[in-house]
């Protein structure tokens, strides 16, 4: 997805110098694309929410960090062929192998964690929860990031923390997920 926009933003293509990610998107891709003069926006997770903000606000490109790309020029879907063709032509283009494009990117350590839950209610109800997010926050020092979030399909709390050490991430996300438990777990 950085090859991309980078290469869309170079050719004069991506729409409001912006790209469009989900709050899952790796912080790394914040960074690079930060360097190259290039906004990125965040959406909820799914391809809906991609799209409704691309449409809403006048971008061209999006995507997850799975890989499912929009290419709103092409299409208001993601569509493997359309992400496979772009991506082999920007090989040809560059003449550069894909290893050597994916390094417009260095993904800083994320750790995800599912906690199972009993019930969903609004976090912001559960100052314990609230409390716990906003020192998780404070001990990264802003130098990571901390998402959390219900699945849509699952009884589950998804815990997400990015930062520049291994061992704090770690830590911030396995006290983060037992206050969690402690509460709706």
């Known amino acids: ?9 170079q050719n004069g293509l991506l729409a409001k110098q912006t790209l469009v990610g989900t709050v899952m998107s790796n912080f790394g891709l914040e960074l690079s694309m930060a360097k ?3 906004k990125l926006v965040r959406t909820p997770v799914g391809d809906r929410y ?5 449409l809403a606000e006048g971008y061209n490109f999006g995507g997850e960090q799975s890989g499912h790309f929009i ?3 092409h299409n208001t879907t993601g569509d493997g062929l359309i992400s496979a063709l772009q991506i082999l032509s920007l090989i040809k ?5 894909l290893s050597e494009l994916a390094k417009t990117m260095s993904a800083v350590p994320q750790v995800l964690l599912n906690v199972k839950v009993k019930q969903k209610p ?15 926050e ?3 020092n802003c130098s990571g990031r901390v998402v959390v979030r219900y699945s849509g399909t699952e009884p589950l709390l998804r815990i997400m923390v990015e930062g520049e050490k291994d061992t704090v991430i770690n830590e911030v996300a396995e006290d983060l997920a037992r206050v969690v438990r402690a509460h709706i777990g």
């Open 1 to 9: 997805m950085a090859a991309l926009g980078l290469d869309l933003h």
């Open 36 to 38: 190259a003069g290039i």
């Open 50 to 54: 991609l799209l409704e903000r691309m």
């Open 71 to 73: 290419f709103l020029d």
């Open 93 to 97: 283009r560059t003449n550069k192998p």
């Open 122 to 136: 609004v976090l912001e109800t559960i100052p314990e929860i609230e409390r716990a997010i906003r020192e998780s």
């Open 138 to 140: 404070r001990r990264l």
